[in-house]
């Protein structure tokens, strides 16, 4: 088991950029396949990005494809997401996820996913 902890979200500005951080805890890092989900008012989570153990291979919602780029750093035991070009869709409460895996999979549905962060609330708006 690994604890997730998010950070990053605030209000902005449409048009802006946010980056947030996910940060584990209690296992090795680099054993977990990471992704980025989001969840608006009223409306189910949704897919945002997908990251493999190495981070050699990644993944995006066609929503925010060519905007938004997840990395990781396992030295750091962290997770970003960096989010640009911010649209007031994007509004949402943002969770960080992780999966112990052997694998270099990319994993993308919500149910691939045992461990969750609290989120962090990022709101695009004049």
């Known amino acids: 088991q690994v604890q997730l902890v998010e950070s990053g979200g605030e209000l902005v500005q449409p048009g802006g950029s946010l980056r947030l951080s996910c940060v584990g805890s209690?296992?090795?890092?680099?054993?977990?396949?990471i992704g980025w989900f989001r969840q608006a008012p009223g409306k189910e989570r949704e897919f945002v990005a997908a990251?493999?153990?190495?981070?050699?291979?990644?993944e995006y919602a066609a929503s925010v494809r060519r905007r938004f780029t997840i990395s990781r750093d396992n030295a750091k035991n962290t997770a970003y997401l960096q989010m640009n070009t911010l649209k007031p869709e994007d509004t949402a409460a943002y969770f960080c996820?992780?999966?112990?895996?052997?694998?270099?999979?990319?994993?993308?549905?919500?149910?691939?996913?045992?461990?969750w962060g609290q989120g962090t609330q990022v709101t695009v708006s004049s």
């Open positions: 209690g296992r090795p890092f680099s054993d977990y396949a």
């Open positions: 990251i493999s153990r190495a981070g050699t291979r990644t």
């Open positions: 996820a992780a999966r112990l895996t052997v694998t270099g999979a990319l994993l993308l549905s919500e149910n691939d996913y045992p461990n």
